[in-house]
């Protein structure tokens, strides 16, 4: 996993343009989708990764549907996407807390985006601080 994580980390620190997602050209590193084509409007390489995972629950669901977590870059900004599919809540009656293995929870500043369907950590502290507890992890809660 750490040799993902690595891959998934170096796709980042090369964000200079926004992505164009195509999961046909897309290589695999463990369990992580990497994008392997150039940006349609740019021409430059395009800055992405995700994981998909079942490991999904609700409270109003027995079996929840995937959700895929998406390190990427938009407007030349590292980001962190975890998109699911049902409802999550709105931003004002909604947070995200994390935490990976037995390391220390963070609640990062969130928005809440696509129909409230997804959390984006913008803030580049908080996708540092995300990555860098990733890089370095077997899981997250």
Not at 111 to 122: A, T
Request: glycine share 4%; net charge neutral.
């Amino acid at each position: 996993m750490a040799g993902a994580i690595s891959a998934a980390a170096l796709l980042l620190a090369a964000c200079t343009h926004d992505p164009y997602v195509n999961v046909n050209n897309t290589i695999s590193s463990g369990e992580w989708k990497i994008e392997r084509q150039v940006d349609r409007v740019t021409g430059a390489p395009i800055s992405s990764a995700s994981l998909m995972t079942n490991h999904v629950s609700n409270a109003n669901m027995m079996v929840a549907p995937p959700a895929r977590l998406q390190l990427a870059c938009f407007k030349e900004h590292a980001a962190v996407v975890i998109a699911f599919a049902f409802k999550i809540g709105s931003t004002r009656n909604a947070e995200l807390a994390y935490r990976f293995d037995a390391k220390p929870r963070h609640e990062p500043r969130v928005r809440i985006v696509d129909d409230y369907r997804s959390v984006l950590i913008d803030d580049p502290n908080e996708v540092m601080r995300f990555t860098g507890d990733m890089a370095t992890s077997d899981g997250l809660y």
